[in-house]
Nanobody, 114 residues
Framework: QVQLVESGGGLVQAGGSLNLTCTGS????????MGWYRQTPGKQREMVAI??????QLSDSVKDRFIISRDHDKNSVVLRMNSLKPEDTGVYYC?????????WGQGTQVTVSS
């Protein structure tokens, strides 16, 4: 099973930016869905942004601020987060799904201070 390693979380002030990177331990194929979910305090885990082939999907709460992209050469997906808000605080999980199974990363903490 593929291993997913996240990096790039941290503490940032409201209005700032962070980039999260998730790298897979093997080749990630275009037809495999890959992306990011987050767990914010008091809420269920929710989809933030996913990509499959050439299409992307972002949640309504982030679609004007976040960008998701793939780097096929590096087997990775990058989430560029701009204009961060305190409500974006949470643990961000990388996610990969194909016809066989789905895999989660260990999570990376993002904290946005007001």
């Amino acid at each position: 099973q593929v291993q997913l390693v996240e990096s790039g979380g941290g503490l940032v002030q409201a209005g700032g930016s962070l980039n999260l990177t998730c790298t897979g331990s093997r080749t990630i194929f275009e037809w495999e869905t890959m992306g990011w979910y987050r767990q914010t305090p008091g809420k269920q885990r929710e989809m933030v942004a996913i990509t499959e082939n050439d299409s992307t999907q972002l949640s309504d709460s982030v679609k004007d601020r976040f960008i998701i992209s793939r780097d096929h050469d590096k087997n990775s997906v990058v989430l560029r987060m701009n204009s961060l808000k305190p409500e974006d605080t949470g643990v961000y999980y990388c996610w990969l799904k194909n016809v066989v199974d789905e895999t989660w990363g260990q999570g990376t903490q993002v904290t946005v201070s007001s």
